[in-house]
Protein backbone atom coordinates (compact mmCIF):
# COMPACT_ATOMS: atom_id res chain seq x y z
CA UNK A 1 0.00 0.00 0.00
CA UNK A 2 1.32 3.56 -1.01
CA UNK A 3 0.40 6.51 1.29
CA UNK A 4 -1.30 9.32 -0.69
CA UNK A 5 -2.36 12.64 0.12
CA UNK A 6 -4.87 14.75 -1.48
CA UNK A 7 -3.46 17.96 -2.23
CA UNK A 8 -4.69 21.12 -0.51
CA UNK A 9 -6.32 23.64 -3.02
CA UNK A 10 -4.68 27.26 -2.82
CA UNK A 11 -5.19 30.73 -4.55
CA UNK A 12 -3.81 29.83 -7.71
CA UNK A 13 -6.81 27.22 -7.78
CA UNK A 14 -6.62 23.25 -8.90
CA UNK A 15 -3.61 22.58 -10.24
CA UNK A 16 -3.45 18.94 -11.35
CA UNK A 17 -6.81 18.09 -12.97
CA UNK A 18 -7.58 15.07 -14.73
CA UNK A 19 -10.73 15.03 -16.98
CA UNK A 20 -12.01 11.05 -17.45
CA UNK A 21 -13.62 10.52 -21.47
CA UNK A 22 -16.11 8.02 -22.62
CA UNK A 23 -16.43 8.10 -25.83
CA UNK A 24 -15.09 11.41 -27.26
CA UNK A 25 -18.79 12.42 -27.60
CA UNK A 26 -20.58 16.47 -26.93
CA UNK A 27 -20.91 14.91 -22.64
CA UNK A 28 -17.06 14.92 -23.04
CA UNK A 29 -16.22 18.22 -24.71
CA UNK A 30 -17.78 19.69 -22.12
CA UNK A 31 -15.82 18.06 -19.94
CA UNK A 32 -12.67 18.73 -21.67
CA UNK A 33 -13.65 22.78 -21.92
CA UNK A 34 -14.28 23.16 -18.24
CA UNK A 35 -10.35 21.83 -18.04
CA UNK A 36 -9.53 24.26 -20.27
CA UNK A 37 -11.38 27.13 -18.89
CA UNK A 38 -9.82 26.98 -15.64
CA UNK A 39 -6.31 26.98 -17.81
CA UNK A 40 -7.43 29.77 -19.54
CA UNK A 41 -8.69 31.78 -16.21
CA UNK A 42 -5.50 30.65 -14.62
CA UNK A 43 -3.41 32.61 -17.45
CA UNK A 44 -5.55 35.61 -17.07
CA UNK A 45 -5.26 36.02 -13.68
CA UNK A 46 -0.94 35.25 -13.88
CA UNK A 47 -1.32 32.30 -12.00
CA UNK A 48 0.19 28.92 -12.28
CA UNK A 49 -1.69 26.84 -14.96
CA UNK A 50 -2.89 23.71 -14.05
CA UNK A 51 -1.55 20.66 -15.60
CA UNK A 52 -4.69 18.21 -17.10
CA UNK A 53 -4.16 14.75 -18.19
CA UNK A 54 -6.83 12.45 -19.90
CA UNK A 55 -7.93 9.58 -19.30
CA UNK A 56 -10.58 6.89 -21.12
CA UNK A 57 -11.31 3.23 -20.03
CA UNK A 58 -12.08 0.61 -22.21
CA UNK A 59 -14.40 -1.37 -20.33
CA UNK A 60 -14.56 -5.30 -21.30
CA UNK A 61 -17.39 -6.11 -24.19
CA UNK A 62 -18.55 -9.69 -24.19
CA UNK A 63 -20.79 -9.59 -26.70
CA UNK A 64 -18.29 -7.56 -28.99
CA UNK A 65 -15.58 -9.92 -28.20
CA UNK A 66 -17.55 -12.70 -29.30
CA UNK A 67 -18.57 -11.54 -32.68
CA UNK A 68 -14.66 -10.11 -33.04
CA UNK A 69 -13.48 -13.64 -32.04
CA UNK A 70 -15.28 -15.44 -34.64
CA UNK A 71 -12.66 -13.94 -37.14
CA UNK A 72 -9.75 -15.59 -35.11
CA UNK A 73 -8.11 -12.53 -33.06
CA UNK A 74 -6.77 -12.76 -29.64
CA UNK A 75 -8.13 -11.24 -26.53
CA UNK A 76 -5.14 -9.36 -26.64
CA UNK A 77 -5.71 -8.03 -29.84
CA UNK A 78 -9.50 -6.91 -29.11
CA UNK A 79 -8.16 -5.15 -26.26
CA UNK A 80 -5.49 -3.14 -28.79
CA UNK A 81 -8.05 -2.52 -31.06
CA UNK A 82 -10.82 -0.68 -28.77
CA UNK A 83 -7.75 1.66 -27.47
CA UNK A 84 -7.01 2.57 -30.54
CA UNK A 85 -10.67 3.37 -31.47
CA UNK A 86 -11.04 5.06 -28.20
CA UNK A 87 -7.59 7.01 -28.49
CA UNK A 88 -8.76 8.59 -31.60
CA UNK A 89 -12.22 9.59 -30.86
CA UNK A 90 -11.09 11.14 -27.53
CA UNK A 91 -8.15 12.90 -29.06
CA UNK A 92 -10.45 14.37 -31.34
CA UNK A 93 -12.95 15.73 -28.71
CA UNK A 94 -9.76 16.74 -27.26
CA UNK A 95 -8.85 19.12 -30.04
CA UNK A 96 -12.46 19.99 -30.69
CA UNK A 97 -12.20 21.71 -27.15
CA UNK A 98 -9.11 23.32 -27.68
CA UNK A 99 -6.31 21.46 -25.03
CA UNK A 100 -2.92 21.56 -26.69
CA UNK A 101 -1.80 18.34 -28.97
CA UNK A 102 0.75 17.63 -26.17
CA UNK A 103 -1.82 17.31 -23.56
CA UNK A 104 -1.07 13.33 -21.86
CA UNK A 105 -3.98 10.95 -23.18
CA UNK A 106 -3.92 8.03 -21.58
CA UNK A 107 -6.47 4.90 -22.38
CA UNK A 108 -6.47 2.03 -20.68
CA UNK A 109 -8.66 -1.49 -20.25
CA UNK A 110 -10.29 -2.27 -17.46
CA UNK A 111 -12.57 -1.49 -14.76
CA UNK A 112 -13.68 2.24 -15.07
CA UNK A 113 -13.52 3.33 -11.62
CA UNK A 114 -10.53 1.66 -10.39
CA UNK A 115 -8.52 2.97 -13.29
CA UNK A 116 -9.63 6.42 -13.00
CA UNK A 117 -9.44 6.30 -9.22
CA UNK A 118 -5.79 4.72 -9.18
CA UNK A 119 -5.00 7.23 -12.07
CA UNK A 120 -5.64 9.69 -10.29
CA UNK A 121 -4.07 9.24 -7.07
CA UNK A 122 -0.74 8.23 -9.10
CA UNK A 123 -1.30 11.93 -10.60
CA UNK A 124 -1.80 13.77 -7.34
CA UNK A 125 -4.87 14.86 -8.81
CA UNK A 126 -6.81 17.96 -6.88
CA UNK A 127 -9.60 17.40 -8.92
CA UNK A 128 -10.97 14.94 -11.77
CA UNK A 129 -13.68 15.95 -14.35
CA UNK A 130 -16.28 13.37 -16.13
CA UNK A 131 -19.38 13.47 -17.89
CA UNK A 132 -22.22 11.91 -15.91
CA UNK A 133 -22.65 8.44 -17.91
CA UNK A 134 -25.80 7.92 -19.62
CA UNK A 135 -28.00 5.37 -18.00
CA UNK A 136 -30.50 3.89 -20.56
CA UNK A 137 -33.71 3.49 -19.59
CA UNK A 138 -33.50 5.43 -16.62
CA UNK A 139 -34.04 8.85 -15.10
CA UNK A 140 -32.31 11.41 -15.46
CA UNK A 141 -31.44 11.89 -12.36
CA UNK A 142 -29.79 8.49 -11.63
CA UNK A 143 -25.99 8.51 -11.62
CA UNK A 144 -24.12 5.79 -13.38
CA UNK A 145 -22.84 2.59 -11.11
CA UNK A 146 -19.00 3.99 -12.39
CA UNK A 147 -20.38 7.99 -10.91
CA UNK A 148 -21.77 6.38 -8.10
CA UNK A 149 -18.48 4.54 -7.58
CA UNK A 150 -16.56 7.73 -7.96
CA UNK A 151 -18.06 9.51 -5.51
CA UNK A 152 -17.69 7.05 -2.83
CA UNK A 153 -14.42 6.32 -3.28
CA UNK A 154 -12.13 8.96 -5.27
CA UNK A 155 -10.31 10.65 -2.53
CA UNK A 156 -10.40 13.35 -4.47
CA UNK A 157 -13.07 16.44 -5.53
CA UNK A 158 -15.21 14.41 -8.20
CA UNK A 159 -17.12 16.90 -10.57
CA UNK A 160 -19.65 15.15 -12.40
CA UNK A 161 -20.86 17.10 -15.51
CA UNK A 162 -24.19 16.92 -16.55
CA UNK A 163 -26.86 20.03 -17.97
CA UNK A 164 -30.05 20.64 -16.60
CA UNK A 165 -32.96 19.03 -18.84
CA UNK A 166 -34.72 22.15 -20.77
CA UNK A 167 -38.27 22.91 -19.06
CA UNK A 168 -39.87 25.77 -17.75
CA UNK A 169 -39.52 24.72 -14.06
CA UNK A 170 -36.01 27.07 -13.74
CA UNK A 171 -36.23 30.82 -12.96
CA UNK A 172 -34.63 33.46 -14.91
CA UNK A 173 -31.22 32.70 -15.32
CA UNK A 174 -28.59 35.16 -13.88
CA UNK A 175 -26.70 37.68 -15.17
CA UNK A 176 -23.87 36.13 -13.67
CA UNK A 177 -23.02 32.46 -13.88
CA UNK A 178 -23.57 30.96 -10.28
CA UNK A 179 -21.99 28.69 -8.24
CA UNK A 180 -23.82 26.86 -4.93
CA UNK A 181 -21.65 25.10 -2.29
CA UNK A 182 -23.83 23.23 0.01
CA UNK A 183 -22.51 24.15 4.10
CA UNK A 184 -23.72 22.60 7.40
CA UNK A 185 -23.11 23.54 10.98
CA UNK A 186 -23.39 21.57 14.36
CA UNK A 187 -25.32 23.94 16.78
CA UNK A 188 -24.72 21.61 19.50
CA UNK A 189 -20.83 21.33 19.78
CA UNK A 190 -18.79 21.71 22.51
CA UNK A 191 -15.72 23.40 23.36
CA UNK A 192 -13.32 25.82 21.24
CA UNK A 193 -11.77 23.58 18.68
CA UNK A 194 -13.17 22.79 14.64
CA UNK A 195 -15.94 20.35 14.35
CA UNK A 196 -15.86 17.96 11.58
CA UNK A 197 -18.90 20.35 9.73
CA UNK A 198 -15.70 23.67 9.94
CA UNK A 199 -13.70 21.06 8.41
CA UNK A 200 -15.68 19.93 5.37
CA UNK A 201 -16.82 23.81 5.16
CA UNK A 202 -13.39 24.46 4.30
CA UNK A 203 -12.67 22.15 1.91
CA UNK A 204 -15.88 22.73 0.33
CA UNK A 205 -15.37 26.27 0.31
CA UNK A 206 -11.95 26.31 -1.23
CA UNK A 207 -13.58 23.85 -4.03
CA UNK A 208 -16.56 26.45 -4.65
CA UNK A 209 -13.97 29.35 -4.94
CA UNK A 210 -11.40 27.56 -7.30
CA UNK A 211 -14.38 27.35 -9.47
CA UNK A 212 -16.10 30.47 -9.30
CA UNK A 213 -12.84 32.54 -10.39
CA UNK A 214 -12.52 30.17 -13.08
CA UNK A 215 -15.89 30.77 -13.92
CA UNK A 216 -15.70 34.16 -13.48
CA UNK A 217 -19.04 33.34 -11.27
CA UNK A 218 -21.02 34.28 -8.37
CA UNK A 219 -20.99 31.94 -5.36
CA UNK A 220 -23.45 31.68 -2.90
CA UNK A 221 -23.56 29.26 0.12
CA UNK A 222 -26.77 27.75 0.50
CA UNK A 223 -27.59 25.78 4.62
CA UNK A 224 -30.41 24.32 5.27
CA UNK A 225 -31.90 24.32 9.12
CA UNK A 226 -34.82 22.72 10.98
CA UNK A 227 -35.62 23.49 14.62
CA UNK A 228 -35.13 20.14 16.48
CA UNK A 229 -38.01 18.85 17.97
CA UNK A 230 -40.53 21.48 16.88
CA UNK A 231 -43.35 18.94 15.79
CA UNK A 232 -42.64 16.39 18.69
CA UNK A 233 -42.89 19.95 20.99
CA UNK A 234 -45.98 20.71 19.48
CA UNK A 235 -47.56 17.42 20.67
CA UNK A 236 -45.71 16.17 23.25
CA UNK A 237 -45.88 19.29 25.44
CA UNK A 238 -49.35 20.97 25.74
CA UNK A 239 -48.07 23.21 27.92
CA UNK A 240 -45.76 24.86 26.11
CA UNK A 241 -47.91 28.11 24.62
CA UNK A 242 -47.82 28.54 20.53
CA UNK A 243 -45.47 32.10 21.52
CA UNK A 244 -42.38 30.02 23.50
CA UNK A 245 -42.70 27.33 20.36
CA UNK A 246 -42.38 30.51 17.89
CA UNK A 247 -39.65 32.05 19.89
CA UNK A 248 -37.64 28.19 20.00
CA UNK A 249 -38.03 28.31 16.42
CA UNK A 250 -37.04 32.06 15.64
CA UNK A 251 -33.64 31.26 18.07
CA UNK A 252 -32.82 28.42 16.14
CA UNK A 253 -33.62 30.13 12.93
CA UNK A 254 -31.00 33.44 14.35
CA UNK A 255 -28.56 30.90 15.49
CA UNK A 256 -28.13 29.41 11.86
CA UNK A 257 -28.59 32.61 9.92
CA UNK A 258 -25.18 34.31 11.97
CA UNK A 259 -23.37 30.89 11.67
CA UNK A 260 -24.04 30.96 7.90
CA UNK A 261 -23.61 35.25 7.95
CA UNK A 262 -20.08 34.60 9.87
CA UNK A 263 -18.94 31.78 6.71
CA UNK A 264 -19.79 34.22 4.33
CA UNK A 265 -17.98 37.25 5.46
CA UNK A 266 -14.68 35.05 5.94
CA UNK A 267 -15.25 33.95 2.51
CA UNK A 268 -15.62 37.38 1.01
CA UNK A 269 -12.75 38.61 3.17
CA UNK A 270 -10.18 35.75 1.76
CA UNK A 271 -11.84 35.92 -1.79
CA UNK A 272 -11.59 39.60 -2.12
CA UNK A 273 -12.44 41.10 -5.50
CA UNK A 274 -11.54 37.43 -7.42
CA UNK A 275 -14.71 36.34 -6.94
CA UNK A 276 -18.04 38.45 -8.25
CA UNK A 277 -19.95 38.13 -5.25
CA UNK A 278 -20.51 35.85 -2.40
CA UNK A 279 -24.20 35.74 -1.10
CA UNK A 280 -25.92 33.80 1.07
CA UNK A 281 -29.52 31.44 1.37
CA UNK A 282 -30.85 29.93 4.29
CA UNK A 283 -33.00 27.17 3.67
CA UNK A 284 -35.93 26.19 6.46
CA UNK A 285 -36.54 22.53 6.03
CA UNK A 286 -35.12 18.69 5.07
CA UNK A 287 -31.78 20.02 3.74
CA UNK A 288 -32.19 17.08 0.72
CA UNK A 289 -35.06 18.87 -0.45
CA UNK A 290 -34.24 22.33 0.40
CA UNK A 291 -31.47 22.27 -1.55
CA UNK A 292 -32.10 20.19 -4.25
CA UNK A 293 -35.40 22.66 -4.86
CA UNK A 294 -33.15 25.64 -4.80
CA UNK A 295 -30.12 23.73 -7.59
CA UNK A 296 -33.10 22.89 -9.55
CA UNK A 297 -34.57 26.70 -9.98
CA UNK A 298 -31.46 28.49 -10.07
CA UNK A 299 -29.65 26.20 -11.86
CA UNK A 300 -25.92 26.92 -11.21
CA UNK A 301 -22.86 25.71 -12.75
CA UNK A 302 -22.24 22.83 -10.21
CA UNK A 303 -23.51 22.53 -6.58
CA UNK A 304 -20.43 21.57 -4.74
CA UNK A 305 -21.27 19.84 -1.30
CA UNK A 306 -19.47 17.66 0.78
CA UNK A 307 -19.72 13.89 1.68
CA UNK A 308 -19.79 12.59 5.09
CA UNK A 309 -18.09 9.30 5.92
CA UNK A 310 -19.26 6.74 8.51
CA UNK A 311 -16.78 6.22 10.62
CA UNK A 312 -13.79 3.31 10.25
CA UNK A 313 -15.65 2.07 7.12
CA UNK A 314 -13.43 2.87 4.03
CA UNK A 315 -15.36 4.14 0.78
CA UNK A 316 -18.95 4.34 2.34
CA UNK A 317 -18.82 8.52 2.60
CA UNK A 318 -22.54 9.31 1.24
CA UNK A 319 -24.96 9.37 3.87
CA UNK A 320 -28.65 9.77 3.32
CA UNK A 321 -28.97 13.01 2.70
CA UNK A 322 -26.10 13.49 0.76
CA UNK A 323 -27.41 10.58 -1.38
CA UNK A 324 -30.80 12.02 -1.09
CA UNK A 325 -29.63 15.63 -2.69
CA UNK A 326 -27.87 13.33 -5.83
CA UNK A 327 -31.09 11.78 -6.46
CA UNK A 328 -32.61 14.71 -6.64
CA UNK A 329 -30.50 17.55 -8.15
CA UNK A 330 -30.98 17.78 -12.21
CA UNK A 331 -27.37 19.29 -12.94
CA UNK A 332 -23.42 19.09 -12.16
CA UNK A 333 -22.25 17.88 -9.18
CA UNK A 334 -18.89 18.26 -7.28
CA UNK A 335 -18.55 15.98 -4.33
CA UNK A 336 -15.74 16.73 -2.17
CA UNK A 337 -14.52 13.87 1.16
CA UNK A 338 -13.36 15.12 4.11
CA UNK A 339 -9.91 15.50 4.53
CA UNK A 340 -9.37 12.57 6.46
CA UNK A 341 -10.92 9.94 3.86
CA UNK A 342 -9.20 7.46 3.45
CA UNK A 343 -10.34 5.64 -0.47
CA UNK A 344 -10.47 1.86 -0.20
CA UNK A 345 -8.29 1.54 -3.11
CA UNK A 346 -4.66 2.21 -3.65
CA UNK A 347 -2.01 2.28 -5.76
CA UNK A 348 -0.90 -0.98 -4.88
Known sequence: MTDY??????????????????????????????????????????????????????????????????GGASPERLEELRREDQSASVRQAMAEAGLPASTPLTVLSGKGFVQVIRHAMAMSADLVIKPAAQVGGLHARIFGSTDLHLL?????????????PEDDTAQVSPPLPLVVAAVDFDRDAEGEGDTPEDVLNRSIIQTATAVARAKGAALTLVHAWQAPAEGLLQRAAPGVSSGDLAQYVKGVERWHHAALDTLAGAVRDEAGA???????????????????????????????????????????????????????????????KPPSFESPLHLD
Open 152 to 164: RKCPCPVWIVRPF
Open 5 to 70: TVPQIGRDGFQRILVVCETGGSADQASLKLAVDMVDAAAAAEHQRPYVEVLSVVEPQPGEDFIRTL
Open 274 to 336: SIASVSTALLQGDADEAIADYVNRHQPITLVMGTIGRMGIPGVIIGNTAEDILIAIDGSVLAV
